[in-house]
């Protein structure tokens, strides 16, 4: 008896799980900085100060600071230069990029400590650096600072080694016709190794040479900030019912197919003439189809349709139900303010 009633549990369990499944999309986000419509062929000048090598390094045994160490992080700016045309690029909002390295941008100076500063540049070198530019807007990267923790304990009967590298950058952002300042920030990224020798030399030999890092380093603080400075795609993922009746799952069917409109069209139709449960699958099933489109005003309105459905019939939806179609209420009002932000790149339309 107790066999088969763990059977009954364990059916019941996997029925509710295959409800559901996930579907992976991609929506447009705005970016931090909102550059007016028109406005999309970019200057971007490395104004950064070199870090002198022995700047900022350290090395720990056991937790305790020992001594220094050297990084040289003179190609990490070009490398963050290089990869954010490339993202930026990719996201293809951005009609055109030219880049101004810093051997002709940076006034070089005897004070070492300048690579910590973030001086922005006068209007008079701004002037002179976009003169004879086709751009719109100038990119001002304006400080590049690297710090490192280098660190060796034990672990078991090994050696553990770990390296924690914090890297921190400043940017500004000018309207090149206007002269005028449209954004300033700093972001911060850090990147993690981590590998194991039978003593503390081996352990430490075991860490990448830093030199053979400024590609990685360089490409995920790129990748980052990249969504500050431009609209870009993100993954998002989306559960949807599959079970309720037949017009449900020809729907999924065709969602695995790419065939969205479809399979949409088949949702509304059992929305209006289903029942019980499978209407308010339906409605939250249409949420996600509207948001695929582009359209959160309407994927809120389905929401409404499935709240309001599930008030006259509390029966129709479990507790799991209603915390999801909260969770996804909440995430496309977040979604309209989004688009909100988006008109502004595109002149009002996002068609």
């Not at 449960?277 to 249409?286: D, E, G, P, T």
Request: aromatic share 12%; charged share 25%; net charge neutral.
């Amino acid at each position: 008896m107790k066999n088969a009633l763990l059977l009954l549990l364990l059916a019941i369990s996997v029925a509710s799980c295959s409800s559901l499944q996930v579907f992976h999309m991609e929506v447009l986000m705005p970016a931090y900085v909102m550059a007016p419509p028109g406005m999309d062929r970019v200057l971007i000048a490395d104004h950064s100060c070199a870090q002198p090598d022995y700047l900022g390094h350290k090395l720990m045994i056991r937790n305790v600071v020992v001594g220094d160490t050297t990084f040289c992080t003179d190609s990490l700016s070009e490398k963050i230069v290089e990869s954010i045309v490339f993202y930026l690029g990719k996201a293809d909002f951005y009609h055109s990029f030219e880049v101004l390295h810093r051997d002709s941008v940076y006034k070089k100076s005897d004070d070492e400590m300048d690579c910590v500063r973030s001086v922005p540049l006068t209007s008079e070198e701004r002037g002179v650096l976009t003169k004879g530019q086709d751009a719109d807007l100038l990119f001002s990267l304006d400080r590049v600072l690297v710090q490192t923790v280098t660190n060796v304990h034990p672990y078991g009967t090994l050696f553990r080694s770990t390296r924690d590298v914090r890297v921190n950058t400043v940017w500004r952002v000018y309207d090149i016709k206007a002269d005028t300042l449209i954004s300033q920030f700093q972001y911060s990224d850090s990147l993690y190794w981590e590998r194991f020798g039978q003593n503390v030399r081996r352990a430490l030999a075991q860490l990448p040479e830093p030199a053979s890092t400024i590609g990685e380093i360089g490409d995920v603080v790129a990748e980052n900030i990249s969504k500050c400075l431009g609209p870009y795609w993100e993954k998002v993922k989306w559960e949807y019912y599959t079970t309720g009746s037949y017009r449900m799952k020809i729907a999924a069917d065709l969602v695995h197919n790419e065939s969205m409109k479809e399979a949409a069209a088949l949702w509304q139709i059992q929305y209006k003439k289903g029942r019980g449960k499978s209407v308010f699958r339906a409605a939250v099933n249409m949420m996600m189809s509207e948001v695929f489109f582009g359209r959160p005003l309407e994927a809120l309105n389905w929401g409404i349709r499935a709240k309001s459905y599930v008030a006259e019939h509390p029966s129709y939806a479990s507790e799991y139900d209603r915390q999801l179609l909260k969770f996804y209420m909440e995430e496309i009002q977040t979604r309209l303010m989004e688009q909100e932000k988006l008109k502004i790149y595109f002149g009002g339309n996002l068609n």
